[in-house]
């Protein structure tokens, strides 16, 4: 069964504090791992899509990594508008997806 | 472009009754599925369609019933309300009918049965 596990469940930062959040994933012949964000009340909004260990992309204070096993968010830096939670989700190789639980993080000024 | 649209934005049901959550999309997307969020767990997929007059079950699809009737409309109706769909649903859409890319998220709809 494919599954998705994000820690940890909650992160609490200082304005300035660097930090990562990880996502352990086991699926069928991963196709993708996609990072969204999520503010309170709000659908989640894309961030990356990560295809290949290796691989890696950023995004202002934001970049992601890609191992065979998981994969992490690394928050450089960050801001009190970076406060929001981060989900992760694999596709396996019959596209179906599979969301983790995330991480809320809150960075305070 | 309005993205994903979705109304209502909030809904209290009693058991038994039924509704139809609205959701639509302005940006041509072949896919669109329906999401249910419950605390501490991910992202359910309740049920999706990759075109116009193609719809498939996700891992959580009891209760729910839904159609697409065109490229942008993706209506979700719950047929019997139950405590137990207490949740908060989005729908999303996806550029490409046969791979999931990016998914575009709604705003959500809150839902409450008593």
């Known amino acids: 069964e494919d599954q998705v596990t994000q820690s940890p469940e909650a992160l609490r930062l200082q304005e300035g504090e660097s930090s990562s959040l990880n996502c352990s994933y086991t699926?069928?012949?991963?196709?993708?791992l996609f990072w969204y964000r999520q503010d309170p009340g709000k659908g989640p909004e894309f961030l990356f899509t990560l295809y290949s260990a290796g691989e890696e992309k950023e995004k202002e204070r934001l970049k992601a990594t890609l191992t065979k096993k998981e994969s992490f968010l690394h928050i450089t830096a960050p801001k009190p508008e970076d406060s929001a939670t981060y989900l992760c989700?694999?596709?396996?190789?019959?596209?179906?997806?599979?969301f983790g639980a995330g991480t809320t993080v809150t960075v305070r000024a | 472009n309005a993205g994903v649209t979705q109304t209502p934005k909030f809904q209290v049901l009693k058991t038994g009754q039924s509704m139809t959550l609205q959701c639509a999309q302005d940006m041509n997307h072949e896919y669109m599925s329906w999401y249910r969020q419950d605390p501490g767990m991910g992202l359910r997929l309740i049920h999706y369609s990759v075109g116009a007059g193609i719809t498939d079950q996700g891992e959580v699809p009891n209760g729910y019933n839904v159609s697409r009737s065109t490229t942008e409309d993706f209506p979700l109706r719950l047929l019997s309300a139950a405590p137990s769909q207490t949740s908060v649903y989005f729908c999303?859409?996806?550029?490409?009918?046969?791979?999931?890319?990016?998914?575009?998220f709604g705003p959500g709809t809150r839902l409450t049965v008593t």
């Open positions: 989700a694999a596709r396996s190789n019959d596209y179906k997806l599979s």
């Open positions: 999303a859409s996806s550029y490409s009918g046969q791979v999931i890319d990016e998914q575009y």
């Open positions: 699926v069928s012949g991963l196709r993708g």
